[in-house]
């Protein structure tokens, strides 16, 4: 078996993953037994610890309610019904790793619609939710995107709120049923701007950490799912080449999607470039966000040092992110993993 090692406060990732294999998927989904921890002196008088924990998967049906928002700004037709056109193939990668899915649709125009769920040009089932029953699935995107208003909201002034029609779609979950309990609730959104156009300005339903706070005050209620992932295709930070892209569009100036890319880096979600040429890949990126499963484990101390540990699954499924004194593990694997850890701790 081998050890690998990693430096305090620095996120290393080490996954993986196989989209052959039956993945884990939410947080309270996978059930932690603490086996316990061992001590023993080490040199300098520091405390070594050696600490096992198993990471048991998931063993209900998997299920994931995806909540689409598109960017229907004057420039954004485009690129939404592009990623449209790859959205039906994403379903099919869901329905092969046998994940119950279903799908509704919110716009970042929180000023005119305060996130109010929409309807999907469909002739079977509840029109405010897309399933896999529906029929053609790629013909329903399209043509629903299709039939969407882009822009026209006057002065030709954009105000694009993300995160905030997010936060008033959670808020509406009675009226649209869009979300099960013990389901993830993945997130995609598609923009060429920021929240509130520019990022600045927030009021506090657009800022990442009010709607973290929010989910989770819903989901103590038993009215959400079991774990909120918000995944962003923008113009990422720094990518000057696809902001330059954007602002070369018609009545359009791109902004960095940086409180989108907060967001998601807070849940754990990917965040991934609306210049990729069809898409493919970022859905890809989004697939690999909502199969993993992860779980934080307490440990004795902050460790002085590096901390070794051991897996007793192929460890390319495991990803182990150091948080102070705590330890995020992260699964992809479908059946149990026991992992060792060794640390050291002052006296």
Not at 19 to 25: N, P, R
Request: glycine share 8%.
């Amino acid at each position: 078996m081998n050890v690998r090692s990693f430096p305090q406060k620095k996120v290393f990732a080490v996954l993986l993953l196989s989209l052959l294999v039956v993945f884990s998927l939410a947080c309270n989904k996978v059930q932690v037994n603490d086996l316990g921890s061992q001590e023993g002196t080490s040199l300098e008088g520091l405390r070594a610890v050696r600490q096992s924990v198993t990471v048991a998967g998931a063993t209900e049906q998997k299920m994931v309610d995806i909540l689409l928002v598109i960017d229907d700004s004057g420039s954004m037709k485009e690129d939404s019904l592009a990623l449209a056109s790859r959205l039906a193939g994403f379903a099919t990668m869901l329905e092969d790793g046998q994940f119950d899915w279903q799908m509704c649709l919110t716009t970042t125009n929180y000023n005119g619609h305060d996130g109010e769920s929409k309807v999907w040009v469909k002739t079977t089932g509840d029109n405010l939710i897309l399933k896999k029953t529906d029929g053609d699935i790629g013909a329903i995107l399209t043509n629903t995107i299709d039939d969407m208003t882009f822009g026209g909201r006057g002065g030709g002034r954009s105000d694009e709120r993300g995160v905030a029609s997010i936060a008033g779609h959670l808020a509406k979950r009675n009226q649209h049923n869009c979300y099960r309990q013990n389901a993830l609730t993945a997130v995609i959104l598609i923009s060429d701007e920021n929240e509130r156009s520019q990022g600045d300005n927030l009021e506090n339903i657009d800022k990442p950490d009010k709607l973290i706070e929010a989910y989770e005050s819903y989901r103590s209620e038993s009215s959400l799912g079991s774990k909120l992932v918000v995944n962003s295709i923008i113009v990422q930070s720094g990518d000057t080449v696809c902001k330059a892209e954007q602002d070369a569009q018609p009545d359009s100036i791109g902004h960095y999607g940086t409180v989108y890319e907060e967001l998601s880096q807070k849940t754990r979600g990917s965040v991934s470039s609306i210049c990729s040429e069809d898409y493919a890949e970022n859905l890809d990126l989004i697939y690999e966000s909502i199969v993993k499963s992860s779980v934080m484990v307490q440990m004795q101390c902050v460790p002085v040092n590096a901390v070794q540990w051991t897996s007793s699954i192929d460890r390319s499924y495991l990803t182990m992110t150091p948080a102070g004194d705590q330890m995020m593990v992260e699964n992809a694997y479908s059946s149990s993993a026991t992992v060792t850890m060794d640390y050291q701790c002052a006296n």
